[in-house]
Structures are given as structure tokens and as C-alpha cells.
């Protein structure tokens, strides 16, 4: 082994623990996302007009939740 391939080698794995982070935390949002929408998707129109929300708003509001758009 090298000097130079001692000296890359720890940002390397920086960079891999950066991704691994950041697709942990993409995972957690979208699954955030998906049970949102999956439980307000459950609700009759009735319940869904009590939150004063429609059917067409679900996804928004799911998005909401997850990426805070």
C-alpha cells in the first residue's frame, strides 16, 4: 500500500458514510410519506371532510409530512 492510497482512504469512507446517511434519511422521509398518505387514504370522504381535506389533497399533505414542502 501506497502513501497516497493511506491518505484517500478515510475520505473515502466519509463520503460512503455521507451516502449511507443520506439514503437512511431519504428512506425515513418516503416512508413517513407512504404512511401518511396510506392511513389519510383509508378515511371515508366523511372523516376526510371533517379534517378539511379532500381526496385530491392527500398527496400534498403527505408530501407535507415527509419533505416539509
Avoid at 398518505?37 to 376526510?48: F, I, N, P, Q
Amino acid at each position: 500500500m501506497t502513501l497516497s492510497n493511506i491518505l484517500h482512504v478515510p475520505f473515502a469512507e466519509n463520503r460512503f458514510d455521507a451516502f449511507r446517511q443520506e439514503m437512511r434519511a431519504r428512506y425515513g422521509a418516503w416512508k413517513v410519506y407512504r404512511q401518511t398518505r396510506d392511513e389519510l387514504g383509508a378515511l371515508s370522504d366523511r372523516e376526510l371532510n371533517d379534517l378539511g381535506l379532500h381526496r385530491s389533497g392527500i398527496r400534498a399533505v403527505a408530501l407535507e409530512a415527509a419533505y416539509g414542502n
